[in-house]
């Protein structure tokens, strides 16, 4: 029986023998409660509804759904500390997984050992990727930010970007307006700015730059970390976002 506080951890992997494997090295660190294992994606949103898991490891290929991570499964990597296995190193499953709120991205071949301390990573509330998966990142989001013209975040203000962080995050003017103190028709007056400066077609889309712009951040923080550490797993505290 797990003790008091311990992480609440929910399995989600199609591959059942992969999943009882990882089921099984969990039952050796107390810190964790394996509290579910799903095996497919209605599975996988039921789970997390009922057990709301503190830590949620899920395979990537539940999630994937003709080239795209449906809303549901946006919404939960969003919601929860999410750490997504793969047997694909493509930039733009990375990079999808990444933008829709997964905090980790590692391949299925990483040891169950290396898993769990990235388990324990992510419930801290860090990001971590595998050395090899932040390099690519980084160079995909040089190439695509070399080419495209909008999102340049540069032109905003200090205020600004404080505004289209918390669009990001999904809070309404009302909300935001709440939090720095200012007018809801303040915060809109900044939104109409904002989307004309970075080139947003509507404020969703402005909050998709935004996270595109956060990550490139992110990622390139993480690779020049590693580069100097030489470590092969790598992560940095949420601030960097």
């Not at 997984?97 to 509330?125: C, D, F, P, Q, W």
Request: hydrophobic share 40%; with cysteine; net charge positive.
């Amino acid at each position: 029986m797990p003790g008091n506080g311990a992480i609440k951890v929910l399995l989600a992997d199609s591959h059942v023998i992969f999943l009882r494997g990882l089921a099984y090295t969990l039952l050796s660190f107390p810190e964790f409660s394996l509290c579910g294992q799903a095996t497919d994606s209605p599975e996988l949103i039921s789970l997390t509804d009922e057990l709301r898991p503190d830590v949620l490891v899920v395979d990537y290929t539940i999630l994937n759904g003709n080239g795209k991570i449906s809303r549901p499964h946006r919404e939960i990597l969003a919601r929860y500390k999410s750490l997504v296995l793969t047997g694909s190193e493509e930039d733009g499953d990375v990079l999808r997984a990444l933008e829709a709120g997964a905090r980790g991205y590692l391949s299925r071949e990483t040891g169950h050992k290396a898993l769990v301390e990235a388990m324990r990573t992510i419930a801290t509330g860090q990001v971590i990727l595998s050395y090899t998966m932040a390099v690519k990142i980084a160079e995909a989001l040089r190439r695509s930010n070399g080419t495209r013209k909008e999102g340049d975040l540069a032109p905003l203000s200090g205020r600004q970007r404080q505004v289209l962080n918390l669009v990001a995050e999904g809070m309404t003017n009302k909300e935001i307006a709440g939090r720095l103190f200012l007018s809801e028709a303040t915060v809109k007056s900044h939104m109409r700015t904002i989307m004309e400066k970075i080139r947003a077609k509507n404020r969703g889309h402005a909050a998709a730059l935004a996270s595109r712009a956060g990550l490139f951040a992110l990622t390139v923080a993480l690779t020049w970390g590693a580069a100097r550490t030489g470590s092969h797993l790598i992560s940095a505290g949420t601030d960097i976002f």
